[in-house]
C-alpha cells in the first residue's frame, strides 16, 4: 500500500505545476483513499474465498451418507430474486434421526423443461456428507447433478451465489 501510494504520488509530482499544487494535493489524496479501498475490497474478498474453499475442502472429509430428494419447485435465488431455479428439498438419516435440506441446479432452460427435471428427480437418490459432531450440517460433494451445476449453502457461509432462498 505504500509503494502504490508513493507511484501515486510520484505520478502527480510529474504532472503537477506551480499554479496547481493545491488541486495535485487534492489529486493526490483521492487517489490515495481509492487505491486503499480498492485493496481493502481485494483483501475481504481473497480472505473470504479462502474460508470458503477451507470450509468446502473440510466438509468433503465429513462422513458419507444417502439421502432422498423429496419435493421440489422453482425458486427465486437469494440476490434478487430475478434467476429462478429447480430448488430441491432432501432428507436425510443419521442413527435414528432425519435432517433435511435444500439445494438447487443452475439450469438455463425453459420453464418446462425445469418443472420436468423436478418431476425426475424426486424420489431419486442423493449422496451428501455431514459433520458428525453436528448432523443437521450437511455438503453434497457432487459439483453437477446431471450436468447442472449444484448450488448450495455450507455453514454461515454462502459457497455458491445462486444458493435457494430459506
Known amino acids: 500500500m505504500i509503494t502504490a501510494a508513493a507511484s501515486i504520488e510520484t ?10 499544487s493545491v488541486m495535485d494535493s487534492t489529486l493526490v489524496v483521492v487517489l490515495i483513499v481509492v487505491a486503499g479501498a480498492v ?16 470450509l468446502a475442502r473440510q466438509a468433503g472429509q465429513w462422513v458419507p451418507v444417502e439421502g432422498r430428494i423429496e419435493s421440489g419447485a422453482l425458486e427465486g435465488t437469494q440476490e434478487s430474486g430475478k434467476v429462478v431455479l429447480p430448488t430441491f ?5 443419521v442413527s435414528e434421526e432425519f435432517y433435511s435440506g435444500r439445494f438447487s441446479l ?3 432452460i ?4 425445469a418443472e420436468s427435471m423436478i ?3 424426486i424420489g431419486r437418490k442423493l449422496l451428501l456428507r455431514y459433520d458428525p459432531n ?4 450437511w455438503f453434497i460433494p457432487d459439483e453437477y447433478i446431471d450436468g447442472y451445476k449444484v448450488e448450495q449453502k ?5 459457497i455458491h451465489d445462486y444458493s435457494p432462498n430459506d
Open 89 to 93: 428439498a432432501f432428507s436425510y438419516q
Open 39 to 54: 485493496s481493502v475490497a481485494v483483501i475481504a474478498w481473497v480472505i473470504s474465498w479462502y474460508r470458503q474453499r477451507k
Open 119 to 121: 418431476d425426475q428427480m
Open 134 to 137: 453436528h448432523p443437521e450440517m
Open 110 to 113: 425453459s420453464k418446462a423443461l
Open 106 to 108: 443452475r439450469a438455463n
Open 11 to 20: 505520478l502527480a509530482d510529474l504532472y503537477s505545476t506551480d499554479n496547481n
Open 154 to 158: 455450507i455453514g454461515s457461509h454462502v
